[in-house]
């Protein structure tokens, strides 16, 4: 009988320390206690700041680039449609350009730059006079006349160079004598 007791009790013993580990952890996890405290929070709100500084200026940098390569993209376009209306109409068109601070471009028949007022091509996207302008405030800073003879191709090669808004980087938009038109960063050799 002292045996049974003795295992009676130690099997109490071991059930009270189970129910006060038990009662611990439910004091811990009660719903009544939702929240965060004010540690965590402090930790949450310097780990968002070190990512906000870190992640801000690349952000702006990648935002500039995009804005330069972009402006670039509208000039290729741009120049290959003065292309195609060379090569689609069987006559020379030039392309001329002005820079700051007015940052647009036109195209007219014929080799004559500036353009005289009847031979301007106007469609979409331009003005009256057949201007485009870039729209995202980027600038045109070398703009020299670029001209396509009806078989599509450049009378001479030809760099016009694009800088974005704030002045922090450029690119240039190569036209070699084949009428090939792309993109490149500044310096490269144009072929």
């Not at 069987?90 to 940052?103: A, D, H, L």
């Amino acid at each position: 009988m002292d045996i049974c007791r003795d295992a009676l009790c130690a099997r109490r013993s071991c059930e009270s320390n189970m129910t006060r580990n038990t009662a611990i952890l439910v004091r811990a996890f009660r719903p009544d206690s939702a929240g965060f405290t004010v540690a965590e929070l402090l930790v949450l709100l310097a780990v968002v700041s070190i990512l906000c500084a870190i992640g801000f200026p690349l952000y702006l940098s990648y935002a500039r680039a995009q804005e330069t390569d972009g402006a670039a993209r509208v000039i290729v376009v741009s120049l290959n449609q003065a292309r195609q209306l060379a090569v689609t109409r069987g006559v020379s068109y030039s392309v001329e350009t002005q820079t700051n601070p007015n940052n647009r471009m036109r195209f007219c028949s014929g080799t004559v730059v500036p353009c005289p007022g009847g031979q301007v091509f106007t469609g979409a996207e331009t003005d009256g006079s057949g201007w485009r302008r870039l729209e995202n405030s980027s600038r045109i800073t070398l703009g020299p006349t670029i001209t396509f003879s009806s078989l599509g191709a450049a009378t001479a090669a030809g760099v016009l160079r694009v800088q974005n808004s704030s002045a922090t980087g450029s690119l240039d938009v190569c036209v070699s004598p084949s009428g090939r038109i792309r993109v490149q960063g500044v310096g490269a050799a144009c072929p």
